[in-house]
């Protein structure tokens, strides 16, 4: 129990801090899945019901669009990951969520987020902060890729996210920032 406590107040610390009470009964509906390197725990056409919190590892989200894998977001510990638009709509997701490590993701239903929410007003300020972040951090993304090119789009990857660079193969890095790996591998050894 005391592990869990620790693992939200870690969630909660990143978006606003909750008292100890809300934090504890925050807690209590966080669920833990240990997952190997390479599970989807998103599949596509999956109705997302779940916000996740990596406690541990690395997780990308990707679609397929002409057949290829396109990486959408990359997360890791200390991240939330959630496929927005089908949590809020409730319908199928076109996003999959697949680990790049061996991952400790905590989830939380919505359905008792949002009765937790109705029940304590610090944790329904602490809800929409989650979404909040989440729509600021797809704002951002969309304008790199608008206004950015692909060398400062690689800069500002090392800048915010290190983890990434350090930890995602290629391929995926390559991905996220809507370039081929041949551009990518150009990128990189200019930065040397």
Not at 20 to 37: D, H, V
Not at 81 to 92: A, G, K, M, T
Not at 95 to 108: D, G, H, K, V, Y
Request: charged residues 30%; contains cysteine; proline residues 4%.
């Amino acid at each position: 129990m005391e592990r869990r406590y620790e693992i939200a107040k870690m969630f909660t610390e990143q978006y606003r801090r909750l008292s100890p009470e809300a934090t504890k009964a925050l807690s209590l509906i966080m669920e833990p899945l240990k997952l190997a390197k390479g599970e989807v725990f998103i599949k596509e056409g999956d109705i997302a019901h779940h916000i996740h919190y990596v406690e541990k590892g690395m997780v990308r989200q990707f679609y397929f669009k002409n057949k290829r894998d396109l990486t959408e977001h990359i997360s890791y510990e200390g991240n939330v990951v959630i496929c927005l638009e089908s949590y809020l709509r409730n319908e199928p997701t076109r996003l999959m969520a697949e680990t790049l490590e061996p991952s400790i993701i905590w989830r939380i239903s919505k359905e008792n987020f949002y009765r937790l929410t109705e029940e304590m007003r610090e944790v329904e300020y602490f809800y929409r902060k989650i979404f909040e972040y989440s729509l600021l951090v797809s704002q951002q993304k969309a304008d790199d890729m608008r206004f950015e090119t692909a060398h400062d789009r690689y800069r500002l990857l090392m800048e915010r996210h290190p983890e990434i660079i350090k930890r995602a193969p290629l391929v995926h890095i390559a991905s996220f920032l809507q370039m081929s790996p041949e551009t990518l591998s150009r990128v990189r050894s200019g930065m040397l």
